[in-house]
């Protein structure tokens, strides 16, 4: 069965430091979201990403934060100078036309320190 | 502004016993409604997704059913085992805005004693 798969599982980082998160959707999908989760609270949409631009971001999606489809596989999430605050999981999801096939990824766990 | 919201928040029950977990929605204008397992630290895997035509899917033992005029879902569980421990999450797309995001409830927390 196809699969969103992100990298990497479990990342590290120093307050202030830039991460880049990895995923790479599903090949025939045309959607692409990244959603993240705080330890305890609700998964909250981020962004979603169609025809090569944002199509939608949340009011958590400031200047910090960016996304990227650098090549036909890859979807990235850039947070340029982390807080203490972005320490969650981040869930990449991809779906087609129609939104039947909604798919995650196993998630990435951020933790700033 | 769509609001999800799911009750319980965490259930414990013996293995075999049949359980439903509640989602309620605020705004009934949505063409479908998904159910997620969440293992505890992992991603979010789809179990059921039910269009807004339907009012019921079935998976296994899972059947989920969609009111939407009363805006709810309920997931039914039968025979519950101790694999079945896991949070649970129902999801709704929410077309506010320009696209297929998914607004999450709260989720419930299921235990299932062996």
């Known amino acids: 069965e196809p699969e969103v798969t992100q990298t990497p599982s479990h990342q590290v980082t120093q307050m202030g430091q830039e991460v880049i998160l990895r995923c790479v959707p599903i090949s025939n999908h045309l959607y692409f979201y990244w959603y993240r989760q705080i330890l305890g609270q609700k998964v909250e949409f981020l962004v979603s990403?169609?025809?090569?631009?944002?199509?939608?971001k949340s009011e958590i999606f400031d200047d910090q934060f960016s996304v990227e489809r650098p090549d036909g596989s890859n979807f990235t999430l850039k947070i340029r100078s982390t807080k203490l605050e972005d320490s969650a999981m981040y869930f990449c999801?991809?779906?087609?036309?129609?939104?039947?096939?909604?798919?995650f990824g196993s998630g990435t766990r951020l933790t700033v320190v | 502004k769509q609001e999800v919201t799911q009750i319980p928040a965490a259930l414990s029950v013996p293995e075999g016993e049949n359980l439903v977990l509640n989602c309620s929605f605020t705004d009934s204008a949505i063409y479908n409604l998904q159910w997620f397992r969440q293992d505890p630290g992992k991603g979010l895997t789809s179990l059921l997704l039910?269009?807004?035509?339907?009012r019921e899917q079935t998976s296994g033992r899972l059947n989920a059913s969609l009111d939407k005029s009363s805006g709810r879902s309920t997931l039914y569980i039968a025979a519950s085992q101790p694999g079945d421990s896991a949070t649970y999450l129902c999801a709704v797309p929410w077309e506010g805005g320009a696209t297929n995001k998914l607004i999450f409830g709260t989720g419930t927390l299921l235990a299932v004693q062996p």
């Open positions: 039910i269009q807004s035509s339907q």
């Open positions: 999801a991809s779906s087609s036309e129609g939104h039947l096939d909604y798919t």
């Open positions: 990403f169609y025809n090569n631009e944002i199509s939608e």
